[in-house]
């Protein structure tokens, strides 16, 4: 087989020490049976996933190149349903093809995609898999939630966390709702004199609440098109439900992040001259922020995280 240049990392980690630690292991043929490989951004993850797969499988042994996310012998496992979790039949499944001997590579890789939404009876078989790992076979978890799997398991798996690399939300409508959210900050800061003022505080505070939901829409739907396209066509609808319902909860995720980026951004200028009424507005602001984002992981609709984070800043910025 030809080799070309391998996968290139995501480019905001390249270089970073844990690919420094992986590429180097990769090359001495010395990278452990089992990663974990952990950080705020899945998509990240993934990437992260599929360089390693490029380097492990496309190599001068093997008799054919694939993409990484097409090889015959990179297996994976994903949430299915609109639960998403990972089932003990789905897990014995993954277990069953790695125990096959490779068909192109001289090894196999499986990807285990957000591993913590793995039940317990799924952990428990996979940590036996992990105690006795077949033959020539590399197994990658990822998660954004490290500490929801069962200790057993991150106890048998090298560790690797990778900073934040995705790039600005750039879907239609997002730049102009921080835009008008930093405005309705500077509203209220400037001070709610009458019931009209009050008034019109609120009512764009729902329509903030209304246009997040729509852009967090379009986004999803326009992420899944371009993802939908490199996925593999055996994917089952489950499963295809569970990765859209996991692209509109990651790109939910960096979109709170933005709007606490933003409102920092705002306070900057005040803080810089020791103003503590915005020093302690900001806290209890983004203390609220990461509250709703919390809600959000036991099911709490966006809509209403959003809302709830809004009413209290209505009272935390407003100066009379």
């Not at 069962?150 to 239609?172: E, Y």
């Not at 739907?221 to 509109?248: F, M, N, Y």
Request: net charge positive.
């Amino acid at each position: 087989m030809v080799v070309t240049s391998p996968e290139p990392w995501p480019e905001a980690l390249a270089g970073t020490p844990a690919i420094a630690v992986i590429d180097q292991a990769i090359g001495r043929r010395r990278l452990s049976h089992s990663l974990l490989l952990t950080g705020s951004d899945h998509g990240s993850l993934e990437a992260v996933a599929c360089g390693i797969v490029d380097r492990l499988l496309n190599v001068p042994e093997s008799s054919a190149r694939f993409p990484a996310s097409q090889h015959p012998d990179c297996f994976s496992l994903r949430p299915a349903g609109k639960m998403r979790q990972i089932s003990a039949d789905a897990t014995r499944n993954l277990i069953s093809k790695v125990q096959v001997s490779a068909t192109v590579a001289p090894r196999k890789v499986a990807i285990l995609y957000e591993a913590d939404r793995m039940n317990l009876a799924a952990s428990n078989i996979f940590l036996k898999t992990l105690e006795e790992p077949p033959a020539n076979t590399t197994l990658l978890l990822l998660t954004t939630r490290p500490y929801a799997l069962l200790p057993t398991i991150r106890s048998r798996v090298l560790h690797f966390r990778f900073p934040f690399a995705a790039a600005p939300v750039a879907a239609d409508g997002w730049s102009a709702w921080l835009t008008d959210y930093r405005a309705w900050l500077e509203r209220l800061v400037g001070g709610v004199a009458d019931k009209r003022a009050a008034a019109d505080s609120v009512f764009s505070l729902y329509g903030l609440v209304a246009r997040f939901g729509a852009v967090l829409d379009f986004a999803t739907g326009e992420e899944w098109k371009r993802q939908k396209a490199a996925l593999s066509p055996e994917l089952s609808e489950d499963e295809q439900v569970a990765i859209e319902t996991g692209i509109a909860n990651g790109l939910r995720s960096r979109l709170f992040a933005e709007v606490a980026a933003a409102t920092r951004t705002f306070a900057w200028p005040s803080l810089r001259t020791g103003d503590e009424v915005t020093r302690r507005a900001l806290v209890a602001s983004i203390d609220r922020l990461e509250h709703a984002v919390g809600l959000l992981r036991v099911n709490l609709n966006e809509s209403a995280a959003l809302e709830h984070f809004l009413l209290a800043s209505l009272r935390l910025w407003t100066r009379r």
